[in-house]
């Protein structure tokens, strides 16, 4: 019997085994790298919260007649009632107002407290009450009393409008008929 040597040079050997290790240690354990993407996590808790129950009682019971709006308001600017609409209000009174007294009952909505201080999108906390009682508070009295169904006596309510309709039908149908 013949027996067959094969021939392997170290240098194939020593790349072979070196690459065989590096496998072995990434496979093994792989890398995690949140050195490159630390992310932070930070935990929150409710300051306040009004419910959409809370915002609606507030808003059909409120009278936008008596708000008073302060000496020196100018007329507001379109920017100005954008913000009002916004999200940013709600932001910017969850940053400014906290749980001292709620200058926005009649808007469901929960306010976070955290670790970090927060910032207003609005310039400041004065810039931020000067639109609110200036702009907003009216605003959005009259638009939150609307959206909940305030109807003020001006509109007719579904079931009269119903009833006229068919009064109608039946007086058409009545000289068609005769």
């Known amino acids: 019997m013949q027996s067959i040597s094969v021939r392997i040079t170290l240098p194939y050997v020593t790349v072979f085994v070196l690459s065989w290790t590096i496998f072995r240690t990434i496979m093994g354990n792989p890398l995690v790298r949140d050195d490159v993407k630390r992310v932070k996590y930070e935990e929150y808790i409710i300051e306040h919260e009004i419910s959409a129950t809370q915002a609606r009682n507030s808003a059909l019971s ?22 009002c609409t916004s999200a940013d209000l709600i932001s910017d009174h969850c940053c400014c107002d906290k749980k001292y007294h709620e200058y926005l009952p009649y808007i469901p909505h929960t306010c976070y407290f955290g670790t970090q201080l927060c910032t207003t999108i609005a310039q400041d906390c004065n810039r931020y009450t000067r639109l609110r009682t200036c702009c907003c508070d009216k605003l ?3 638009k939150y009393k609307n959206k909940y169904g305030f109807n003020n006596g001006r509109s007719i309510k ?13 007086k058409i149908l009545h000289r068609f008929l005769s």
């Open 140 to 142: 959005l009295i009259q």
């Open 62 to 83: 409120a009278n936008v007649n008596n708000l008073n709006v302060p000496a020196g308001c100018q007329e507001c600017t379109k920017e100005e009632r954008h913000y």
């Open 158 to 170: 579904p079931t009269r409008s119903i009833l006229i309709v068919l009064m109608l039908f039946y």
